[in-house]
């Protein structure tokens, strides 16, 4: 996953591989904590797809996470005001 992402800004084919590692990295262990910050890295490319009802649930699910950076979830939070109104 994380490889991809690193190669995703170069080419569209590694970005398309790295999200799909993350999403079935979701699919596997969708209530495992260490998943978080995939969660937010998906409900980011979902926002970004114009798929806000998809990208609000990731969101509220990374943020079901007590261990959130604070950072990401001052945007999870934003993101999801931004869908509430993009709905």
Same mark, same amino acid.
């Given at each position: 996953?994380?490889?991809?992402?690193?190669?995703?800004?170069?080419?569209?084919?590694?970005?398309? /591989?790295?999200? %799909?590692?993350?999403? =079935?990295?979701?699919?596997?262990?969708?209530?495992?904590?260490? *998943?978080? +910050?995939?969660?937010?890295?998906?409900?980011?490319?979902?926002?970004? /797809?114009?798929? %806000?009802?998809?990208? =609000?649930?990731?969101?509220?699910?990374?943020?079901?996470?007590? *261990?959130? +950076?604070?950072?990401?979830?001052?945007?999870?939070?934003?993101?999801?005001?931004?869908?509430?109104?993009?709905?």
């Amino acid at each position: 996953g994380n490889a991809y992402k690193m190669l995703a800004k170069d080419r569209p084919d590694a970005s398309e /591989k790295y999200e %799909y590692h993350y999403r =079935k990295c979701l699919e596997l262990a969708p209530d495992d904590r260490k *998943m978080a +910050n995939i969660y937010f890295e998906i409900a980011q490319l979902d926002f970004q /797809k114009g798929d %806000y009802q998809t990208a =609000k649930s990731k969101f509220n699910k990374f943020l079901s996470f007590s *261990m959130v +950076n604070s950072s990401q979830t001052a945007l999870a939070r934003k993101s999801i005001a931004s869908c509430d109104y993009a709905e």
